[in-house]
């Protein structure tokens, strides 16, 4: 099984703060990373795929990239709205495996 | 636009069965297939399994593959997992959740549905 480890595990930061999370693959997984978000009590929401792909609706604000096994994702200009939970998720194979999840809270 | 609607909550003993239904609608359900991911209190997210919507084609995550059952009835659009022996470990909210294609379970997965609590206590 392919292991994502995401760090950090939880972070503060004030509204206009720019954050950044990442996901080491344990191999070669190419572009084949997405990144959710899970705001508290709701299901988990597709933010982008493919390493750096935003989904239609998703504000420009987020953004993702990859170097080799390392994938990166950013919010510039934190909002409020922004406070969830995030989850990486690799799909080059089967199982499915998610990163551990990173905690962001808005000050 | 597409959306996936789940059974409600559920309550069973150690050593029971639940079954978990995920209606979909706004698209075309044969198209797509369906992953079920886990996510215990307080935890991150756990894959289960996927099935294909079109030819009923399954792949279970080796932990589940003995006690878990997936179908799809594409008369009401409809998706079932169907987890066997529970324990308190299995205590945790199900989703299913669309997979951006039909053929494979390797592909993003959007949208989910609103989860299912099911609670496994004596």
């Known amino acids: 099984d392919v292991e994502m480890t995401q760090s950090p595990l939880s972070l503060s930061a004030s509204v206009g703060d720019r954050i950044t999370i990442t996901c080491q693959a344990s191999q070669d997984i190419f572009i084949y990373l997405n990144w959710y978000q899970q705001r508290p009590g709701k299901a988990p929401k597709l933010l982008i795929n493919?390493?750096?792909n935003l989904e239609t609706g998703v504000p420009s604000r987020f953004s993702g990239s990859r170097s080799g096994t390392e994938f990166t994702f950013t919010i510039n200009n934190l909002q409020p709205e922004d406070m969830a939970t995030y989850y990486c998720?690799?799909?080059?194979?089967?199982?499915?495996?998610f990163g551990g999840g990173t905690k962001v809270d808005v000050k | 636009q597409p959306q996936l609607v789940q059974s409600g909550g559920e309550m069973r003993k150690p050593g029971a069965s639940v079954k978990v239904s995920c209606r979909a609608s706004g698209y075309t359900f044969s198209n797509y297939g369906i992953s079920w991911v886990r996510q215990a209190p307080g935890q991150g997210l756990e894959w289960m399994g996927w099935i294909n919507a079109y030819n009923g084609k399954i792949n279970f995550a080796q932990k589940f593959q003995d006690r878990v059952t997936m179908t799809t009835d594409t008369s009401t659009n409809t998706a079932y997992m169907e987890l066997r022996s529970l324990t308190y470990d299995d205590t945790a909210i199900y989703y299913c959740?669309?997979?951006?294609?039909?053929?494979?379970?390797?592909?993003?997965?959007?949208?989910w549905g609103q989860g299912t609590l099911v609670t496994v206590s004596a």
């Open positions: 998720q690799q799909y080059d194979s089967l199982p499915l495996t």
């Open positions: 493919d390493a750096s």
């Open positions: 959740a669309r997979c951006a294609v039909v053929v494979t379970a390797t592909t993003w997965l959007d949208p």
